[in-house]
């Protein structure tokens, strides 16, 4: 459901670091996609432990940059 929320409210293709938001959504929803319809396939795959934990260190990385990123933006002055 979170994949899919991110890819209705934040699809934008254009260049620069957004991108990552809408690949994040995309990749959660299929992620969804193939516990709910590959689940037996999905405990195998997940009985790699050292898989698992490369992919949380990728995404905890991916995580804490979009985490700066959004925080740290720069206000954009108008009219001040």
């Not at 899919?4 to 260049?15: A, Q």
């Not at 050292?50 to 905890?60: H, Q, Y």
Request: with cysteine.
């Amino acid at each position: 459901m979170a994949g899919l929320s991110i890819v209705r409210v934040h699809n934008l293709w254009m260049g620069g670091w957004p991108v990552l938001v809408t690949l994040v959504g995309w990749l959660a929803m299929f992620l969804g996609l193939f516990r709910m319809f590959a689940a037996g396939n999905y405990q195998h795959v997940a009985q790699n432990t050292t898989a698992l934990l490369a992919l949380e260190i990728v995404g905890f990385a991916v995580g804490m940059f979009l985490t700066f990123k959004a925080c740290s933006r720069e206000r954009k002055s108008g009219s001040d």
